[in-house]
């Protein structure tokens, strides 16, 4: 029962790097989320998919880009990293908007 | 903008009590409200999801009450115990299409329950 799957779990990335955060789900979900948690600043929505073929911005999207590859997998891609993005992503999914929303175990970055 | 503070932001307690956690949000235009829970260094787990018609869900030992109006959600933990111990979550989706894929999160509070 796999649920919401992301990869890599740690990564170490010099500034100007790129690389892309993996997710997929196996729920059969319509919607999926790119999530950042840094401290003092709570959850922050970077991007969603309210469905396969459409992305939409969310709360703080600067400096990531996200492909919907198919309606289970969502990957998050950083084409230039700064140390602000030092931080752990969460994926998520759910149905569709409003219903309950299954989180990833998180990927932890490090831009230095 | 939606705001979500939670109160207090860590709480102590020793095994076998019961305790609530405090939700607050500034704008009750909401389409739901939902609670989880984070284990140190694990993603969140779903608790209880109450809509905005709802005023109470309980599961297990967990009961969460909404209301709206005030823009406050409590969860309350009955006769507590060690594993409860991790960061518990509140975050509403406003009623707003813009905003209905967004979850708004509070700061969390981080519960250990002792032994």
């Known amino acids: 029962n796999a649920g919401v799957t992301q990869t890599p779990k740690f990564q170490v990335l010099k500034t100007g790097q790129s690389m892309t955060l993996q997710c997929a789900q196996d729920?059969?979900?319509?919607?999926m989320y790119w999530y950042r948690q840094d401290p003092g600043m709570g959850l922050r929505l970077i991007y969603y998919s309210a469905s396969e073929g459409t992305t939409d911005k969310g709360e703080v999207p600067n400096g990531y880009n996200v492909s919907r590859l198919n309606k289970r997998e969502f990957s998050l891609r950083l084409e230039s990293a700064a140390p602000s993005q030092t931080s752990v992503y969460f994926c998520?999914?759910?149905?569709?908007?409003?219903?309950?929303?299954?989180f990833g175990e998180g990927s932890w970055l490090t831009v230095v | 903008k939606q705001e979500v503070t939670q109160i207090p932001a860590a709480l102590s307690v020793p095994e076998g009590e019961n305790l609530v956690l405090n939700c607050s949000f500034t704008?009750?235009?909401?389409?739901?409200l939902q609670w989880f829970r984070q284990d140190p260094g694990k993603g969140l787990t779903s608790l209880l999801l109450i809509q905005s018609s709802q005023r109470e869900q309980t599961s297990g030992r967990l009961n969460a009450s909404l209301d709206k109006s005030s823009g406050r959600s409590t969860l309350y933990i009955a006769a507590s115990q060690p594993g409860d111990s991790a960061t518990y979550l509140c975050?509403?989706?406003?009623?707003?299409?813009?905003?209905?894929?967004?979850?708004?999160f509070g700061g969390g509070t981080r519960l250990m329950v002792k032994p």
């Open positions: 975050a509403v989706i406003g009623l707003s299409k813009n905003a209905g894929n967004m979850l708004t």
């Open positions: 998520a999914s759910s149905q569709s908007s409003g219903n309950t929303i299954y």
């Open positions: 729920m059969n979900h319509n919607s």
């Open positions: 704008d009750s235009a909401i389409y739901n």
